[in-house]
């Protein structure tokens, strides 16, 4: 596997192949690897000729609050995963390298997307990631690039912003990948205590009972949210929101919506742990 710390290095690498990318912010576990199986198939596929992956700590998506200096940096499991899974390339460019300057010109996603859920609770966040996003994809200028769906929002706004501008990546959404108990795999869940560690899955389990609800008729669904926001607080969770959306824009379901177009989202603390999860429904 290659490792290029500069643009110029990169441009210089990739110059002429088609590549199937996978940005991360590093701290690599089985969901990120997935994606990287993701990306090679498209090489197997004759689409792409490599498989890029990056690794950079995202300053701007932090809120001041969240703490940029203690998110885990793990370098050299990194690499040996990635290495392992059949990357090709890694792109770990360091702060000077991808902001030189201030980073004033800035991607603004949209409120009615990026100012709900996730971006209600933390302002900013998709703007950071749509600014990483669009330059990593001026760096690395892939065919095509893979995104977990355990975030989902993330997802949409990407997407979006990627027809809005016209990119031409083929974005390829993969599915989350779970432990044994369902609990969606994240970088986050090593911060987790092993009580913690044990009470986390209830996340998805509350997120399947909204779920239950909706595919048996369900669509009170106010109610139905604040119940399963409360069920979780009783266990001791600070829940942020449990909400049942439609797939195709997040917004809150009208009449007439069926619940296969349907997704529960939820997000909530577990002690100073925050945990994300979706489930679609299906038929
Ligand atoms: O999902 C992530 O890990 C990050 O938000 C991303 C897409 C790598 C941008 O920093």
């Excluded at 890029?52 to 499991?77: C, G, M």
Aim: proline content about 5%.
């Amino acid at each position: 596997m290659k490792i290029c710390h500069t643009i110029e290095d990169l441009r210089s690498t990739l110059r002429g192949k088609r590549s199937a990318f996978v940005p991360t912010m590093g701290n690599l576990h089985a969901g990120h690897i997935a994606l990287v199986h993701r990306a090679n198939q498209c090489r197997t596929e004759g689409k792409t000729d490599t498989t890029v992956a990056s690794i950079f700590v995202n300053r701007l998506q932090f809120l001041p609050h969240e703490d940029f200096d203690k998110y885990p940096r793990t370098w050299q499991s990194d690499c040996d995963q990635l290495q392992a899974a059949g990357c090709d390339v890694l792109f770990a460019p360091d702060e000077k390298e991808l902001y030189p300057e201030p980073q004033s010109y800035k991607v603004h996603p949209p409120a009615a997307l990026a100012d709900i859920l996730e971006g209600q609770f933390r302002p900013g966040f998709f703007i950071g990631v749509c600014t990483v996003v669009m330059k990593l994809f001026q760096c690395v200028q892939p065919s095509a690039a893979i995104f977990g769906k355990k975030d989902y929002q993330q997802n949409m706004v990407l997407r979006h912003m990627v027809r809005q501008f016209a990119l031409p990546v083929e974005m390829i959404a993969y599915e989350t990948r779970r432990a044994d108990d369902g609990l969606a795999l994240s970088s986050r869940n090593g911060f987790l205590s092993p009580t913690e560690r044990a009470e986390a899955v209830q996340l998805s389990l509350a997120l399947k009972s909204l779920i239950a609800l909706a595919k048996a008729g369900r669509s009170d669904y106010a109610a139905m949210e604040a119940a399963a926001m409360q069920a979780l607080a009783v266990r001791g969770w600070k829940p942020d929101y449990l909400t049942v959306r439609r797939q195709a824009d997040l917004q809150v379901p009208q009449a007439g919506d069926v619940p296969a177009s349907l997704v529960a989202l939820g997000a909530a603390k577990l002690g100073t742990t925050r945990l994300i999860d979706n489930l679609e429904i299906t038929q």
